[in-house]
Nanobody, 124 residues
Framework: QVQLVESGGGLVQAGGSLSLSCAAS????????MGWFRQAPGKVREFVAA????????LYADSVKGRFTISRDNAKNTVFLHMNSLKPEDTADYYC?????????????????WGQGTQVTVSS
């Protein structure tokens, strides 16, 4: 059974940093694209960042480019999201996603597996 488990969420002041982790189990995702999405209260789930399996090529939403960094450790089947210069508008539940086949995508329907999410709150 495939599981994605996010961790690292919490409360941080604006301008601060936070790092999220997503540990995958049940299969190896070293060759699979992984992504992060977020969903604020009352809003649709939106793309944040994605990374390829092997080459490490990354993709970012314009709203986080230059502030967030996605990375992965294939030996640990884990993907990370390092968030700097956080803003109140970054407040959301953050979800990890895995795509079994295909390149990184900004479309949530492209992903096959999802975690339960971790909450990030940025205070002003």
């Amino acid at each position: 059974q495939v599981q994605l488990v996010e961790s690292g969420g919490g409360l941080v002041q604006a301008g601060g940093s936070l790092s999220l982790s997503c540990a995958a189990s049940g299969r190896t995702f070293s060759n699979s694209a992984m992504g992060w999405f977020r969903q604020a209260p009352g809003k649709v789930r939106e793309f944040v960042a994605a990374i390829t399996g092997s080459s490490g090529r990354t993709l970012y939403a314009d709203s986080v480019k230059g502030r967030f960094t996605i990375s992965r450790d294939n030996a640990k089947n884990t993907v990370f999201l390092h968030m700097n210069s956080l803003k109140p508008e970054d407040t959301a539940d953050y979800y990890c996603a895995a795509r079994y086949l295909g390149p990184p995508s900004g479309t949530k329907d492209a992903y096959d597996y999802w975690g339960q999410g971790t909450q990030v709150t940025v205070s002003s």
